[in-house]
């Protein structure tokens, strides 16, 4: 059955750069898009970015400096890089799959659990 | 860019209520609209899809309607399984969520 699932370190340094891993099964990433969404406790979601089927990416403008997100199908792995952590990344980072084999629809259809993050000295 | 606003922010209703929430895009977005569910502590979970179409597995109480820049997602009749967050999301032009309606029982 599809599955994501995100893991990644709960606490980053002020400044620091944060690193997460969604290793996803079930389907190829060669077939779906793959974004991550990351949401402040008890606030709304932020859409962060999207790795296309092909390998290209897309990100929020409010995060395109910071953001990086990349893949290892083989390992059927998508990682996202932010630098530059401050208390306002403080979240929990979903990442989820794109409904739609090869042709894109633009809603999610499956979402990992999160991994909380937080940023503390 | 689109902005995507929901209302209202918190809706208290009953039992067997019908349950009307409201997602409103800046511009037009040609029903390229979902609307998610997420209970505390859990991941959001699908519902509806372009704007009308119901995810598998999604009960028929829930249904969306809507054109343009204006959405509804409705209950039919609100059980207690129902008190969620509820967010809809704009696909078209890049993605964008709105702020969220909490559903809680009155």
């Known amino acids: 059955q599809v599955q994501l699932k995100e893991s990644g370190p709960g606490l980053v340094q002020p400044s620091q750069t944060l690193s997460l891993t969604c290793t996803v099964s079930g389907f190829s990433l060669t077939s779906y898009n793959v974004h991550w969404v990351r949401q402040p406790t008890g606030k709304g979601l932020e859409w962060m970015g999207v790795i296309w089927t092909g390998g290209s990416t897309d990100y929020n403008s409010a995060l395109k400096s910071r953001l990086s997100i990349s893949r290892d199908t083989s390992k059927s792995q998508v990682f996202l890089k932010m630098n530059s952590l401050q208390t306002e990344d403080i979240a929990t980072y979903y990442c989820a799959r794109e409904a739609g084999i090869v042709m894109p629809t633009g809603y999610f259809d499956y979402w990992g659990q999160g991994v909380m993050v937080t940023v503390s000295s | 860019d689109i902005q995507m606003t929901q209302s209202p922010s918190l809706l208290s209703a009953s039992v067997g209520d019908r349950v009307t929430l409201s997602c409103k895009a800046s511009?037009?977005?040609?029903?390229?609209l979902a609307w998610y569910q997420q209970k505390l502590g859990e991941a959001p979970k699908l519902l509806i899809y372009?704007?009308?179409s119901l995810q598998t597995g999604i009960p028929s109480r829930f249904s969306g309607s809507g054109s343009g820049t204006d959405y509804t997602l409705t209950i039919s009749s609100l059980q207690p399984e129902d008190v969620a967050t509820y967010f809809c999301?704009?696909?078209?032009?890049?993605?964008?969520f709105g702020g969220g309606t909490k559903l809680e029982l009155k």
């Open positions: 372009d704007a009308n």
């Open positions: 511009q037009s977005i040609y029903n390229s």
């Open positions: 999301q704009k696909y078209y032009s890049g993605w964008t």
